[in-house]
């Protein structure tokens, strides 16, 4: 289990994070939902360990997780970026290569690389592209299976659907509860919060900075409040 006590994260003189406290249970599907400059992707950059706290702690199983980003990959804690962030100019195969190397057994990678194409198979087809010349779709499912590579145990994914096109948005939400069924713990932070909370088994609401709602991912959807000020639902 990951544990978020007390975090605070400053830019300069701009308060991103205020005293935010989350656990994430091994095994669950937790989401963090909120308008544009809540401080979702701070949440997820602090645990990777690509911001630092001025305040609080992060646990990993009862220990410190304050260590550089190379060595939370090895801890089994991977971060699947807003905007995909893939290398255009390489290939679809290399691409996944980079994403094993925190792994030396070539045997481990090839299997891993198998494993990646049985849940993309449009990726196999594509091995030999460009990444740079796959759709946006075909380029988010290859940032998921590139951190996939490193066999990872947590998955912290920054606005998977992003820019997507409505049917391949469910088609990533189905694959995430596919994951999650696999064992895959997963963090998953969603401007599309409705449909995040509709799979989460529990769910943060951030605004500014702070927690102001938490709950059963299916409470939080029902919750009037958070329907209306961030999911654009109103009570008729």
């Given at each position: 289990m990951i544990e978020l006590i007390g975090c605070t994260?400053?830019?300069?003189?701009?308060?991103?994070?205020d005293n935010v406290s989350i656990k994430i249970p091994?095994?669950?599907?937790v989401s963090i939902v909120g308008a544009n400059g809540a401080g979702?992707?701070?949440t997820i950059n602090v645990i990777s360990g690509m911001v630092k706290l001025a305040k609080g702690s992060i646990l990993m199983d009862g220990e410190s997780l304050t260590l550089p980003p190379h060595r939370i990959v090895k801890k089994g804690i991977v971060q699947i970026p807003e905007g995909r962030k893939i290398f255009p100019t390489i290939t679809?195969?290399?691409?996944?290569?980079?994403g094993a190397f925190i792994i030396k057994d070539r045997e481990r990678i090839k299997a891993n690389m198998e494993r990646v194409f049985k849940l993309f198979p449009i990726l196999k087809e594509r091995m030999n592209q460009p990444g740079g010349t796959l759709s946006g779709g075909e380029q988010q499912m290859l940032a998921i299976a590139r951190g996939l590579m490193s066999d990872?145990?947590?998955?912290?994914?920054?606005?998977?659907?992003?820019?997507?096109?409505?049917?391949?948005?469910?088609?990533?939400?189905?694959m995430i509860k596919q994951l999650n069924r696999e064992?895959?713990?997963i963090l998953l932070v969603e401007q599309n919060a409705q449909k995040a909370l509709n799979i989460s088994d529990y769910a943060y609401v951030l605004e500014t900075g702070r927690i102001v709602s938490h709950g059963e991912g299916s409470k939080i959807a029902g919750d009037p409040v958070v329907k209306k000020a961030y999911l654009g639902i109103k009570e008729v």
């Amino acid at each position: 289990m990951i544990e978020l006590i007390g975090c605070t994260v400053r830019y300069g003189g701009i308060t991103a994070l205020d005293n935010v406290s989350i656990k994430i249970p091994d095994g669950k599907i937790v989401s963090i939902v909120g308008a544009n400059g809540a401080g979702k992707t701070t949440t997820i950059n602090v645990i990777s360990g690509m911001v630092k706290l001025a305040k609080g702690s992060i646990l990993m199983d009862g220990e410190s997780l304050t260590l550089p980003p190379h060595r939370i990959v090895k801890k089994g804690i991977v971060q699947i970026p807003e905007g995909r962030k893939i290398f255009p100019t390489i290939t679809v195969a290399e691409n996944l290569i980079l994403g094993a190397f925190i792994i030396k057994d070539r045997e481990r990678i090839k299997a891993n690389m198998e494993r990646v194409f049985k849940l993309f198979p449009i990726l196999k087809e594509r091995m030999n592209q460009p990444g740079g010349t796959l759709s946006g779709g075909e380029q988010q499912m290859l940032a998921i299976a590139r951190g996939l590579m490193s066999d990872p145990k947590i998955l912290l994914l920054d606005e998977p659907s992003l820019g997507l096109a409505p049917n391949l948005v469910l088609e990533i939400f189905d694959m995430i509860k596919q994951l999650n069924r696999e064992g895959l713990t997963i963090l998953l932070v969603e401007q599309n919060a409705q449909k995040a909370l509709n799979i989460s088994d529990y769910a943060y609401v951030l605004e500014t900075g702070r927690i102001v709602s938490h709950g059963e991912g299916s409470k939080i959807a029902g919750d009037p409040v958070v329907k209306k000020a961030y999911l654009g639902i109103k009570e008729v």
